[in-house]
Each structure stands twice: as structure tokens, then as C-alpha cells.
């Protein structure tokens, strides 16, 4: 990462930690980077960082461990909201723009949170990549004010992980986790024990050694993506991968030979 583009995301946290801010904190890299920068800038300042992460039901639970485990690391504030997105009807039949109502319902959850400990300040860990793909939720974030220092000072995803690693992070290398309604078709309803099936494959395939893994379903048929340096491994374990995922209630296990590629259900969407 270029010294120039690092000291500008320090002087950009320094600005907004000159008062008490919140981050919206899942635990993963973009948020775990944020939230150490925060605190390390809050620090010259005396200020406060609150850390909040919400615990719903369209993420895999890991999500709420790790997060836990990177902020034990930190002085940060922890707080841990409960929320039911399909709360909102509009959000069940996984519509084109869910990743927008979700993300309106969750941010203005953590600023009414926030305001209450007399916040003004909301800091969430999109990156320079992000504004570059299909990411309706940004309207969300631009719609509330909310700000994203990352996205700001133009860091990408790979400068992500490498300043993470030079902090030591834990998270640094973690792959992406986005929220588990990604693994179904836009207009499927959004079946909650369908999504703690989803959860479950994930985990053992995870659990088998591979690292980039997404369980897409389409009806009784299961979309296998992993990395295609891994298909060879998926072949090697072809017996037992087919007998636990459809043991977990999956009718039909296939293998995507384009491989693993986030936002593959978006394909359609201009």
C-alpha cells in the first residue's frame, strides 16, 4: 500500500475521531481494519469508539465469534444489536434491491444506537472496490450519511488485507462472509431453515479445507462455487462432500466449473 494513500486514511480517521464515533462492526477485514484505525486515532483525541455489531438472522452465526475475537483485541466499546430482517415484509422475496432495504434497516438501527450515546459519527468499512460492482446498499449508506473511509481514500481490497496484516489482525486473510440471502436466486422467498442448511454446508466444506466457498441454491439443485485450483479436491472428496450435503437436505449436488466469484446471482442485473 502506498505511504501516500496510508496517510491519507490516517489523517481521515484523525478527522473523524476527534469526537466519539461508531463503527459498524461485522468482524470482518473491512470492518476490523476500521475499527483499529479508529481506535489508534481516538487515542491522540481521548475519545470514544463503539463498536456495533448486529446479530441477524441473515448472517452465518461465525460471524458474531470472530467478531468478538477482534475486539478483545481493541478498547473499543462493544455493542450487539438483535435484528429479524424479514421483520420487513418487502425483504422476503429477496427482491434486486434487498441488499438496500436491509442495509437502510440495519444502519438506521446503529444511528439510533449511536444516538443515544450522543453520537453524530457513523463509519462502516466499504472499500474502493466495492463502489466498482453491484452494491445497492451503498444508496442506503450515501442516503444516511453514514461514512466509509476506506471507499473515501480510494483503499482497495488487497491494500485492505495488507494493512491489516502489518496491525496484525487475526481477520487479515479472511475470505469474505456476505449475508447468507447472496446464495439464493433474486424473487426465491428466503426460507429461514433453507438458510441455516446453506450455513451448515458451508461450514463443513469450510471445515474440508476449502477456502473460498459458496453453497448457491436454485430449487432442489445445489451450485457448489469454490476455487478451480480446488475442483480436483472437490473430486477427491466427491463421496463424502455428496453424502453429508445431501444428508443436510440438498436433492442435487453439482459443481460450477466457472468456480467460485462473488455476486455470481447478479449476473443479470445491469
Keep these: 500500500m502506498e505511504e501516500s494513500r496510508k496517510k491519507h486514511l490516517k489523517e481521515r480517521m484523525e478527522e473523524y475521531c476527534r469526537q466519539d464515533v461508531c463503527v459498524a462492526f461485522s468482524g470482518g477485514v473491512d470492518s476490523s481494519l476500521l475499527l483499529v484505525l479508529a ?46 430482517e ?15 432495504l436491509c442495509k437502510k434497516e440495519l444502519y438506521s ?6 444516538a443515544e450515546h450522543g453520537v453524530h459519527t457513523l463509519l462502516e468499512g466499504s472499500n474502493e472496490d466495492d463502489l466498482h460492482v453491484y452494491r445497492p446498499g451503498l444508496a442506503a449508506v450515501r442516503e444516511l450519511g453514514i461514512r466509509s473511509p476506506l471507499a473515501e481514500c480510494g483503499v482497495t481490497k488487497a491494500e485492505v488485507r495488507e494493512l491489516a496484516a502489518e496491525y496484525g489482525i487475526p481477520v487479515a486473510d479472511r475470505p469474505s462472509a456476505p449475508c447468507l440471502a447472496t446464495r439464493l436466486p433474486y424473487g426465491a422467498e428466503i426460507d429461514l431453515a433453507l438458510l441455516e442448511r446453506i450455513d451448515r454446508a458451508e461450514i463443513f466444506l469450510r471445515e474440508k479445507g476449502f477456502r473460498n466457498v459458496r453453497v448457491r441454491v436454485h430449487g432442489d439443485i445445489l451450485r ?9 479436491k472437490v473430486m477427491e472428496q466427491r463421496d463424502e462432500i455428496i453424502s453429508t450435503l445431501k444428508n443436510i437436505g440438498f436433492s442435487y449436488v453439482t459443481l460450477d466449473l466457472e468456480g467460485f466469484r462473488s455476486g455470481s446471482m447478479d449476473i443479470y442485473i445491469k
Design 39 to 84: 481506535c489508534e486515532a481516538a487515542e491522540k483525541f481521548h475519545t470514544n469508539v463503539y463498536a456495533v455489531t448486529l446479530d441477524t438472522v441473515l448472517h452465518p452465526k461465525a460471524d458474531l465469534e470472530i467478531a468478538r475475537e477482534v475486539l478483545s483485541r481493541t478498547p473499543a466499546i462493544h455493542e450487539v444489536l438483535s435484528m429479524d
Design 86 to 100: 424479514l421483520a420487513v415484509p418487502e425483504i422476503r422475496f429477496n427482491p434486486v434491491n434487498r441488499c438496500y
Design 109 to 114: 438501527k446503529m444511528l439510533a444506537h449511536a
Design 224 to 232: 457448489l462455487e469454490v476455487d478451480q485450483e480446488q475442483f480436483g
